[in-house]
């Protein structure tokens, strides 16, 4: 069998060498510079160059270092007039080897501040119409002044330091600059006026109920915050415009809150004095919750929340909350309100316990007391799975009207029902998806801690991958949820839901590795996108257990440390020894889309006469047959040189050549073992798209077969443009598919199948759709 599988390789060695010929004039006539576009070369030109900081295997490096900053807070809501005021003590260490000789405070509150430039920032004319709302913000009413007030700033010693405010950064001005491994305490006194987050907008406010005169909070960017100073970085102190989140050193945290002594306050951080602030109910009740893996306990029911609507306590009480320093968070927030129910849950993590909490007013009910502690539920197992065991002593979800945002063990998520209690599967869906999304985000960014301020997709990518993966173990696990459907049905993820971005006006798409401030289309290009690139990197292009592992061990070095973008791409090709430059340059560097196709299918059978395609070849280098081995001749079925006497025949019947070989070099027994192809077709493979990618084919035969096969994305190192594959088979070719599950985002499927089929690509159906 190995001779016969040798005599055809050599019949396929002098094919290919007349093929390379023929692609050597082809690419002549190539436009200039083309091949130059060399798609597989490595990134050294993209990536920061290695050092002792950063390895060039993505780990921290032996002089890796991290700055901290530790907060002591005393933090007073007044509901009635909506305002907040604080003070906080900052104890900074500068583990850096530099010598700072100021220190950068962020003030995000100041994108509200009634001087604010953010909201000039773009530019636009008249709308054709407005929300009532957005129209009373937009022309009626002053601009909200929500910025903050700082009263004062006092070294140790109680001395004033000066300071300058710069739109959201603050620059404190220190006598003496903050050698390298020494630390220093500063307190600030500040205060603001809380935004209507749902009116005025923002990541953190109150929403307010003109039925019943009561507010929820959720409040966060809400203090003086340090700035995140770093090797590759040093002070980030890029001003914060509104889309581009936060960059923020880990540090410890003691916060005391005082607020109406009706509220029920959950926030980042293990609670020190519930018998101070629960009542013996819900103390009876969290015990048993601490208990409970199956279903959540109810601690505050809807009755005891509705029953104190009308109370408005003058009283006050102050919830106490302290980080715990072997699980250092980067940033603190918290809820309160009088109108809270609070349910929560038992989730097994490793040898320890963690709470899953949700908190929620009647007017998100029937839906989240079904729903909203299991999916907190889910994500913690499901992220955990794939990166590390939540570190975290709970993870709160809180009902928050049209929003969707994270903090440390807390975060804000949207979804209600309508007003009669119905719920429709777009709200549902929706709901617990954005609180997947939402409590993910403790691992992406709150513990792998990205720069979100530069590098958007390092968190929101990610985690909308994750979120994708929990989505689908969500829907195994809750099937009535998903019912009638058996899948989940996840907004992003899968590879055609990036297919209409991809496709778009150029002018209107800017690659991955753009910052988060200047993209036209955030959600795609931040969240979308990276998600789809790495569901495809997972599925596709490493597979499951390549990707699983080196996911997990980018994961696990950056636990509780600050990952650039070069940290992610690089552990991901040093665990998996998979070189991806060739995917990231594609995907993360540039605003090329997949398109790949059929170009053309040749069929060819063997013969003994030397065809005029091979005589060409040998009257070129002066060479005549007696010069060449006994060779075994392809020829095109459409060529002159066909013959239809070569038809269903085997190439041992077709040429003398092959005949005498095998009948030299098998035996009896060995020839009778032999299948011998009887078709062979050249078929050529285009890519007019930018993005190589593994080309994955399906091919169909006469007796009802088929055979898949994925080609490496290697298969296009040598020529961007097209690439041909010879198939030998004893079997009549009668269709191909390239990608036929559409697994590669592949913008024109058009083109992706021979022979071609009369139909439209789903993006022009979708079009059409979106025009009638």
């Known amino acids: 069998m190995n001779k016969i599988k040798y005599c055809f390789a050599s019949v396929l060695f002098l094919f290919a060498a007349v093929t390379f010929a023929q692609e050597t004039e082809e690419e002549k006539e190539r436009e200039p510079g083309h091949m130059n576009q060399n798609r597989f070369k490595q990134m050294y030109e993209e990536f920061a160059t290695p050092n002792t900081y950063r390895s060039a295997s993505g780990a921290p490096g032996p002089d890796y270092y991290q700055q901290q900053a530790d907060y002591k807070m005393d ?58 709302s957005s129209f009373v913000q937009t022309y009626v009413t002053e601009a909200f002044d929500g910025g903050f007030n700082i009263d004062w700033i006092k070294d140790a010693a109680g001395n004033n330091l000066s300071f300058t405010v710069n739109q959201t950064m603050m620059r404190v001005n220190i006598p003496q600059p903050l050698k390298a491994g020494e630390s220093m305490s500063f307190s600030i006194k500040w205060w603001y006026n809380i935004n209507d987050r749902p009116n005025d907008g923002g990541r953190s406010g109150y929403e307010y109920y003109p039925e019943d005169g009561n507010r929820d909070y959720t409040i966060a960017q809400f203090f003086p915050r340090m700035a995140h100073y770093s090797d590759n970085e040093g002070w980030q102190n890029h001003q914060f415009w509104g889309n581009g989140e936060f960059a923020l050193p880990f540090g410890d945290y003691e ?221 195994e696990n809750f099937p009535a949820a998903v019912a009638p459907n058996d899948q989940y049905p996840s907004r992003r993820g899968e590879p055609s839901k990036i297919v209409p971005y991809m496709a778009g006006e150029q002018d209107f798409i800017s690659p991955i590795m753009s910052n988060p401030e200047n993209v036209y289309q955030l959600g795609n290009n931040a969240y979308g996108k990276p998600a789809t690139a790495l569901n495809i990197l997972r599925e596709t292009v490493m597979g499951r257990e390549l990707f699983d592992h080196a996911f997990k061990t980018y994961a696990q070095r950056w636990m509780f440390k600050h990952p650039s973008p070069e940290d992610f791409f690089r552990t991901m090709e040093d665990a998996s020894a998979v070189d991806l430059d060739w995917y990231w340059r594609g995907w993360f560097y540039s605003t090329d889309y997949v398109d790949i196709g059929v170009k053309e299918v040749k069929k060819y059978y063997v013969t003994s006469k030397v065809t005029q395609q091979m005589q060409e070849y040998m009257d070129a280098r002066n060479l005549t047959e007696a010069d060449l081995p006994p060779l075994v001749y392809l020829v095109d079925e459409n060529s002159e040189d066909f013959n239809e006497d070569l038809k269903d025949k085997a190439p041992s019947e077709t040429s003398q050549n092959l005949k005498e070989f095998m009948m030299d070099n098998m035996t009896a027994d060995e020839r009778a073992q032999v299948k011998e192809p009887k078709f062979f077709y050249e078929v050529t493979f285009d890519k007019p798209g930018g993005i190589p990618m593994p080309l994955i084919v399906e091919y169909s035969y006469a007796d009802g077969t088929t055979e898949s096969i994925t080609y490496p994305a290697e298969i296009w190192r040598k020529n961007d443009t097209e690439v041909k594959r010879v198939i030998s088979s004893e079997k009549e070719l009668v269709g191909i598919v390239v990608d036929p599950k559409l697994e590669t985002a592949d913008i024109d499927t058009t083109n992706n199948s021979w022979p071609i089929k009369d139909e439209k690509s789903d993006f022009d159906q979708m079009k059409e759709k979106v025009k009638g």
Not at 90 to 95: A, D, G, S
Not at 334 to 343: E, G, H, N, T, V
Request: glycine share 6%.
């Open 255 to 475: 916060v005391n809150i005082t607020v109406p002594a009706d509220h029920i306050v959950d926030a980042t951080g293990v609670l020190q004095n519930r018998k101070e602030v629960f009542s013996k109910d819900m103390i009876k009740r969290y015990e048993q919750a601490k208990k409970s893996y199956d279903k959540p306990v109810v601690i505050v029911t809807q009755e005891e929340a509705t029953a104190k609507e009308s109370s408005f306590s003058e009283k006050t009480k102050t919830w106490r909350f302290k980080t715990e320093s072997q699980a250092p968070v980067r940033d603190f927030a918290f809820a309160s309100s009088r109108k809270y129910i609070m349910d929560a849950q038992a989730v097994k993590m490793g040898n320890r316990d963690v709470m899953a909490v949700s908190l929620y007013p009647k007017e998100g009910n029937p839906l989240w007391e079904e729903y909203s502690t299991k999916a907190v539920v889910q994500t913690l197992q499901t992220y955990s799975k794939f990166t590390f065991d939540y570190p975290y002593n709970k993870a709160i979800s809180v009902s928050a009207k049209s929003i969707g945002m994270e903090y440390p063990m807390i975060c804000f998520n949207f979804g209600r029902p309508n007003p009669d209690g119905t719920v429709s599967d777009r709200t549902k869906f929706g709901m617990i998806s954005v609180i997947i999304h939402e409590v993910g985000h403790n691992y992406f960014p709150m513990i792998v801690n990205s720069d979100e301020r530069q590098w958007g997709w390092m968190d929101e990518g990610l985690d909308t991958f994750m979120q994708y993966l929990t989505e689908q173990e969500f829907g």
């Open 75 to 132: 933090i007073t809501l007044d509901d009635k007039n909506a305002k907040l005021y604080g003070e906080e003590t900052i104890t900074y260490t500068n583990n850096s080897p530099d010598n700072l000789e100021f220190l950068w405070v962020q003030l995000d509150q100041n994108v509200r501040a009634k001087d604010s430039k953010s909201p000039l920032r773009n530019g636009g004319g008249v709308n054709f119409a407005y929300r009532a």
